[in-house]
Structure formats: C-alpha cells, structure tokens
C-alpha cells in the first residue's frame, strides 16, 4: 500500500489526500475574516474519506496534516464545525491551542 500524501488545493478551499494517484479523501477549509493570505479563523466544515478507506486512520493522518499546514501558515485559530475534526482536535491537546480565542 502507498503512503497517504496530502495537498492543499488552493482554489478548491480544500486538502485533498491521496494513496499513490487515488484520491482517498478531502478537508474542505474556509478562510474568515481579517486580512492578507490568511483571515483571522480558518473554518473546517467537512472532512470525508471515501467509504472503502474509511477505518483505516485516514481521517485522523489527513485532519494532522491539514493543522499541521494551518499552523505553519500562520493560523492561529480554527473553527471545526465538521464533527470529526472537533472530536479529534479534543482528543490531541497539542491541538487545542487552534480552537477558540
């Protein structure tokens, strides 16, 4: 099996992640607010993977490096408005610091 890769697709508002040249699923993400490249929350309403991939810890690889590329960014707060997301970012502390203020 391939290593999962994921790419922020920039006019599409979404990471998108992949097993070799499959695409496995995406993290749909918003920009709101401020000003500059990036707004002063970034709002993550949706993260899906497909139905034959689901279970295998894709979701929580491709919701790690969509943080991972926020925060590198310069995001200093998210909004998970997908359910996924807010259950994750609960369960990993080093997370938190993203959500609120």
Same mark, same amino acid.
């Given at each position: 099996m391939s290593e999962l890769t994921?790419?922020?697709?920039?006019?599409?508002g979404r990471y998108e992640?992949?097993?070799g040249d499959e695409q496995v699923g995406v993290a749909d993400f918003v920009e709101v607010g401020g000003s500059g490249d990036v707004g002063d929350a970034v709002v993550?309403?949706?993260?899906?993977?497909?139905?034959?991939?689901q279970g295998q810890g894709y979701a929580s690889q491709l919701t =790690? +490096?969509?943080l991972d590329d926020l925060r590198a960014r310069g995001v200093?707060?998210?909004v998970p408005q997908c359910p996924y997301v =807010? +259950?994750?970012v609960g369960k990993h502390p080093?997370?938190?610091d993203l959500v609120g203020s």
């Amino acid at each position: 099996m391939s290593e999962l890769t994921v790419r922020r697709e920039e006019g599409r508002g979404r990471y998108e992640a992949y097993l070799g040249d499959e695409q496995v699923g995406v993290a749909d993400f918003v920009e709101v607010g401020g000003s500059g490249d990036v707004g002063d929350a970034v709002v993550l309403p949706h993260v899906e993977v497909a139905p034959r991939h689901q279970g295998q810890g894709y979701a929580s690889q491709l919701t =790690r +490096a969509t943080l991972d590329d926020l925060r590198a960014r310069g995001v200093t707060r998210i909004v998970p408005q997908c359910p996924y997301v =807010r +259950a994750w970012v609960g369960k990993h502390p080093d997370y938190q610091d993203l959500v609120g203020s």
